[in-house]
């Protein structure tokens, strides 16, 4: 769980059903989060290329927003479930 589950434990008042929820939707979230972390790593190489080519790359640039919309429909879907799991 880590020091948020027990912050949120104590500002939500949680059960202990609903911290074992809590906590298993914060490993799930953390896993996005690495997700996250590498897309945005992927992202800076391909500005980089963008950026070094002489012309600007549109198809190249809206695979890269692409990607991004993807990735933040994945952390949308996970967040708004645990958001009302909680309750």
């Known amino acids: ?3 948020l589950l027990g912050y ?4 939500l008042q949680l059960s202990h059903e609903q911290q074992e929820k809590v906590a298993a939707a914060l490993d799930e979230l ?3 989060g690495r997700d996250l972390r590498g897309e945005g790593k992927r992202t800076r190489d391909d500005l980089a290329e963008a950026l070094r080519r002489p012309s600007f790359d549109e198809v190249m640039m809206g695979e890269l927003f692409a990607r991004h919309d993807g990735e933040m429909d994945k952390l949308r879907n996970q967040m708004t479930p645990f958001s009302r799991g909680v309750r």
């Open 1 to 3: 769980g880590g020091p």
């Open 30 to 32: 953390r896993g996005t």
């Open 8 to 11: 949120l434990t104590d500002h």
